[in-house]
Nanobody, 125 residues
Framework: QVQLVESGGGSVQTGGYLRLSCAAS????????MAWFRQGPGKEREWVAS??????ARYASPVEGRFAISQDAAKNLRLELNSLKPEDTAMYYC????????????????????WGQGTQVTVSS
């Protein structure tokens, strides 16, 4: 089992910055793919960014160039959110794929077996 706990959300103005953290614990050594998703009010959960074994990172088009995903050796995950916009307002979730799964289907919710409880990001204009 893997446990994920997010932190770092908050309220900022347009153009602001936040850093989200995801503390991973449990059997993380064989987790090859981790990601951040978000879900805005009345919207479906959407993929934001992912990182896989070896450090390859991918980003959704709306956040590319503004967000940065990173991971340490203990599989703790971070997401830096720069130049925030009101449309970035959402609950942000950390997710981990099943052991030994790479990020081939990185945008699909179904790839990820483990989820955190989420942390709220609110951007005001």
């Amino acid at each position: 089992q893997v446990q994920l706990v997010e932190s770092g959300g908050g309220s900022v103005q347009t153009g602001g910055y936040l850093r989200l953290s995801c503390a991973a614990s449990g059997y993380t050594s064989n987790i090859y793919c981790m990601a951040w998703f978000r879900q805005g009010p009345g919207k479906e959960r959407e993929w934001v960014a992912s990182i896989e074994r070896g450090g390859t990172a991918r980003y959704a088009s709306p956040v590319e160039g503004r967000f940065a995903i990173s991971q340490d050796a203990a599989k703790n995950l971070r997401l830096e959110l720069n130049s925030l916009k009101p449309e970035d307002t959402a609950m942000y979730y950390c997710a981990a794929a099943s052991p030994y799964e790479y990020c081939y289907s990185r945008t699909l919710v179904g790839l990820y077996k483990y989820w955190g409880q989420g942390t709220q990001v609110t951007v005001s204009s």
